[in-house]
């Protein structure tokens, strides 16, 4: 929320400065992004008057001028702006200045041959607004010399505070000044309610068919008003909060959103159709809103709406429709209280986000509803002139009297600080509280705009950060003498070795958002964990696996020119059975690039990530070398180049091509998924033997062997190794080959066998007896002897 110095001042009778405010704000809780001061870009710039003004010689659309910027010495300028002329008074930018529009610093220069010293500013080289037809035309008496910004007024800070969720009542500039004044900053101005005459009978009536929705709608009409401009101090406290003005009527309920955190709506009475209502709104209603955009409202939202159509997006944002506009002369002003839950859900199932949300959302005073009404309707006479009619109210505000019993020996117990009974009561008086302290426990009520307080510990809070946070006294934790004992769990020190080993093999570690959309999570075997207030719709439950997020990082990184994109990911998926801890891989792009030797580049394939994930299941302490590779994969893998890695009944580890349904913005990836749950407990660490070398020398042989095409390979392996456990020290595959020669149904694998004697040379008949036992063994698997 932006807001100058000026505006806070209305509230608030203060004479600390600027960077006072923000210190005491921070100190407050409210977080200050920033303070920007236009005057401190203005300051080389002053008010000058031009004393001649003469044809270019060399430029028909330039004039020389003789500017007095009050330092007695005329300077000669050359200027193009067409209401350049003798007498005017106007803004200087003297040699050295940065002027901000242009982003330029000025120098001495020579202009078709005439040398001109600085300028004369427009309002957008100032960037003061949109104006640049020609330079400012100050009045006549403005003193030649000064500098423009003070004079102008622009020497006024704008801060920029994020509010926290829980600080509803600081969604207005009054609130701030409120807790500025609770902690000594100055004296709070409350607005005095105006007293307003009995007035004719409004032409519109109003009703609310949703009590929870829109619990209480208030409104009251001005008849006869003329619609023009605000006057220059509204549209400068709107400009400089970051607003465009834009009519009296309007900048009135924009006033009142920023500087008291109470959003308004104005109808033109003549657009309207009936009374209005406010309801849930029906079945394939629509509206063209503020914004310029159509949505498609459903029956879980709370509308206001005439006779013929919808009218209001109940306190998100109104229509195109009854808008007002230069022609409006009867307006309605509404002041509604909406139910926050229904705002919030409204708001991401539409995608609106809007000032009025943000307030309605966090919870508006429910109290302020009827004088915010008033004081807007007062004003609106005051800038429009017309008649006020009687107030119209339908329904009730939530306005309950909430009490708290609360024991002041509570702050040291829970907040660490020791403050004086009387102290206490007079920070909660000061905060807005009522506080009854004839006997313990007291009875404080809490005001109606903070919304945010439940319990004792809210006041304790409310204590501690007026009577200084800086004030709780750091004490460090007890800890044993000596060195400490180690803290990680196994389940740490297993994520940390393979966030290691990862990183090691040339991945990059992600982290993606714990939440994702609706249908993101069907296309990954569907949500279990729905987000009771999501943050948006996009992020609305809770992941049942993180390759969606690996999947859009790694789409982003394609989109901006990466080649090869290589991602992992440790964190947590969930599921109807709880949390599952997960370590994810994602390849994308090229996993060789081109080059004279290889030719063309080589994409990633299943066999890429299934090599990444051996690898982690190994540094795990999985045993590798006893996994079964089965097919079918989970469905948001292809069904013909994916498959899972078991031990036993567990399945440790998924892999392999992504489904065309699941890409996204890529082409193709491979990933995996290893389910660090599933993992067998590693056993306790035996003594490592020492490494003792045969010297004999090895001996390798091939083999071929036909299987049935659908045959793992792997497994084949596996039963070679198992032949001869003492001998066969590897078994790799290097050959797959199906064609000509080879059974139709039937693929060739040849394998490279290494035996490694250990205490005496093999003899022939010694090497014979272990083809013989490999054969066999092959043979249980279906395979036989290639020919």
Not at 193 to 216: F, M, N, R, Y
């Amino acid at each position: 929320m932006k807001f100058p110095l000026s505006w806070l001042k209305r509230y608030l009778d203060t004479d600390a400065g600027a960077a006072e405010l923000a210190e005491a704000m921070t100190r407050l809780g409210l977080e200050v992004e920033g303070i920007d001061n236009p005057a401190e870009a203005l300051a080389p710039f002053r008010i000058a008057r031009v004393l001649t003004a003469a044809r270019h010689p060399g430029a028909d659309k330039l004039q020389v001028l003789t500017v007095d910027a009050g330092d007695g010495v005329p300077l000669q300028v050359v200027c193009g702006a067409p209401n350049a002329r003798a007498g005017l008074v106007g803004v200087f930018g003297p040699p050295g200045a940065h002027v901000p529009g242009l982003d330029v610093t000025l120098k001495v220069a020579e202009i078709r041959g005439v040398q001109s010293n600085g300028m004369m500013c427009s309002a957008r080289e100032l960037q003061l607004g949109e104006d640049h037809d020609g330079i400012l035309d100050l009045p006549a008496d403005a003193p030649v010399g000064a500098g423009y910004a003070a004079w102008a007024g622009h020497d006024d800070p704008v801060f920029d505070i994020a509010i926290t969720p829980n600080r509803q009542d600081c969604m207005g500039v009054y609130g701030v000044a409120r807790d500025l004044a609770a902690a000594g900053l100055g004296t709070l101005k409350a607005p005095a309610l105006p007293v307003i005459a009995p007035g004719p009978q409004s032409p519109v009536s109003i009703a609310t068919e949703d009590p929870d929705g829109c619990p209480a709608f208030h409104a009251r009409a001005v008849l006869g008003v003329a619609n023009g401009q605000s006057p220059e101090w509204l549209q400068q406290l709107l400009t400089k909060a970051g607003l465009r003005p834009i009519s009296a009527l309007v900048d009135v309920t924009n006033y009142f959103s920023i500087g008291f955190g109470r959003p308004l709506h104005v109808y033109d009475i003549a657009k309207l159709k009936g009374g209005l209502v406010a309801r849930r709104a029906k079945p394939g209603e629509t509206i063209a809103a503020l914004n310029g955009k159509s949505y498609a409202l459903s029956p879980e939202m709370t509308v206001i709406a005439d006779d013929a159509a919808v009218h209001d997006i109940g306190g998100i944002m109104g229509g195109m429709d009854s808008g007002v506009s230069e022609t409006t002369t009867d307006v309605l002003i509404e002041a509604a209280y909406f139910d926050p839950a229904r705002i919030g859900e409204t708001g991401r199932a539409l995608g609106i986000t809007s000032d009025a949300r943000a307030r309605f959302e966090r919870g508006v005073d429910p109290a302020f509803l009827q004088p915010g009404l008033d004081l807007a309707a007062a004003m609106v006479h005051a800038l429009c002139g017309g008649t006020i009619t009687e107030t119209l109210q339908a329904g009730q505000a939530p306005v309950a009297e909430r009490r708290i019993a609360f024991d002041p020996a509570r702050t040291l117990a829970l907040g660490g600080l020791e403050v004086a009974a009387d102290e206490q009561k007079a920070i909660l008086e000061r905060l807005g509280f009522s506080v009854s302290a004839d006997g313990l426990p007291w009875q404080v009520t809490v005001p109606s705009w903070r919304r945010d307080v439940d319990g004792a510990a809210d006041l304790v809070e409310e204590v501690v950060r007026l009577h200084g946070l800086e004030k709780v006294r750091s004490v460090p934790l007890p800890r044993a003498e000596g060195v400490a004992t180690p803290t990680a769990t196994p389940a740490q020190k297993l994520e940390r070795r393979l966030k290691r080993l990862m990183a090691a093999r040339g991945l990059d570690e992600a982290i993606t958002w714990s939440f994702i959309a609706e249908d993101e999570a069907a296309r990954f075997g569907g949500h279990h964990w729905r987000l009771e207030n999501p943050l948006s719709a996009e992020l609305a439950v809770m992941r049942p696996s993180l390759l969606p997020g690996l999947v859009a990082a790694a789409g982003r990184n394609m989109a901006r020119g990466a080649q090869s994109v290589r991602l992992f990911q440790h964190g947590r998926r969930y599921l109807a059975d709880g949390e599952r801890p997960t370590l994810s891989i994602l390849l994308a792009g090229d996993a060789r690039p081109r080059d004279w030797r290889a030719g063309k580049a080589r994409p990633f394939d299943a066999f890429d990530v299934k090599a990444e994930v051996l690898a982690a299941l190994q540094a795990a302490g999985a045993p590798v070398d006893r996994l079964q590779t089965i097919q079918p994969a989970s469905a948001h893998y292809h069904p013909g180049r994916s498959a899972r890695l078991v031990l036993g009944k567990a399945v440790l580890a998924e892999y392999g091509e992504l489904h065309p349904d699941v890409l996204g913005d890529l082409d193709r990836a491979v990933a995996a998924e290893i389910f660090l749950d599933s993992l067998p407990e590693r056993r306790a660490r035996r003594a490592r033997p020492v490494f003792n070398p045969s010297s004999l020398q090895p001996v390798h042989r091939d083999f071929a062997f036909l299987v049935p095409e659908d045959q793992p390979a792997e497994a084949l392996a596996r039963a070679i190794r198992g032949a001869d456990k003492a001998l066969i020290v590897d078994v790799q595959l290097f050959d797959r080959f199906a064609g000509q020669g080879v059974p139709e149904g039937k693929i060739s694998l040849a394998y490279a066998v290494t035996l490694q004697p250990a205490d005496k040379t093999l003899t022939d008949a010694d090497i014979e007896a272990v083809g013989a036992a490999i054969v066999k063994a092959a043979a249980k698997l279906g395979a036989t002897l290639r020919g």
